[in-house]
């Protein structure tokens, strides 16, 4: 029996965190997100903007680049070192 192959780094997704509350209009694909609220980046095509996840809710959408800061691995509470 061969061993598995296992990848050498395992890929941790880029997360930040909200500095600003934000009320999407719901006729765009803006995201509602609220002060201190983490999101999982998927992707950063626009410098002014990202396309995330949020971890409270579930839901995906654009949000303006002023609203996050980035949240590091030492304050990343999802790898219980914050």
């Known amino acids: 029996m061969q061993n598995p192959i296992y990848p050498s780094v ?3 997704p ?7 509350p934000y009320n999407a209009d719901p006729e765009t694909d803006e995201l509602t997100v609220q ?3 983490i999101l999982v980046v998927h992707q950063e ?3 002014e ?4 996840e949020s971890l409270l809710t579930g839901k995906h959408g654009a949000v303006f680049a002023d609203l996050i800061e980035p949240l590091d691995e030492e304050s990343d ?3 219980g070192t914050g």
Request: charged share 25%.
């Open 77 to 79: 509470p999802l790898l």
């Open 14 to 20: 880029k997360r930040v965190r909200c500095k600003f």
């Open 49 to 52: 903007w990202i396309w995330a």
């Open 35 to 37: 002060f201190g609220e």
């Open 10 to 12: 395992l890929h941790v």
């Open 45 to 47: 095509s626009e410098p």
